[in-house]
């Protein structure tokens, strides 16, 4: 089973750069689809990025691809979100995800994701 913590949140301005990190202590993380969600402030959880555990392909949120880039090391078992031009928009709770093993598909709903970790926090001040 999947355990995940994310650190690399913070205060940050416009334009600036964070990297957020994920650690998996479960047992099947190169198996595993790895995603990361967001949660704006009085908003619904969003789907940011995930990279697949067959081909470490990458899929990304609408208008996020560019600006994040998602990226795994399964040796050590960590999930990376590079975000890059920050914006306000950009402040959440940013959470990793984890899918079953051997997932199929492209996931990109919460629905697809039984394992999460606590969150991390990012603000981006103007």
């Known amino acids: 089973q999947a355990q995940l913590v994310e650190s690399g949140g913070g205060s940050v301005q416009t334009g600036g750069s964070l990297r957020l990190s994920c650690v998996d202590s479960?047992?099947?993380?190169?198996?595993?689809?790895m995603g990361w969600f967001r949660r704006p402030p009085g908003k619904p959880r969003e789907f940011v990025a995930a990279v697949m555990w067959a081909d470490d392909s990458t899929i990304y949120g609408e208008s996020l691809k560019g600006r994040f880039t998602v990226s795994r090391d399964n040796a050590k078992r960590v999930v990376y979100l590079q975000m890059n031009s920050l914006k306000p928009e950009d402040t959440a709770d940013y959470y990793c995800a984890a899918t079953v093993p051997c997932a199929r598909g492209v996931p990109s709903r919460t629905n697809d994701y039984p394992y999460w970790g606590p969150g991390t926090q990012v603000t981006v001040s103007s």
């Open positions: 479960g047992r099947s993380f190169d198996a595993q689809t």
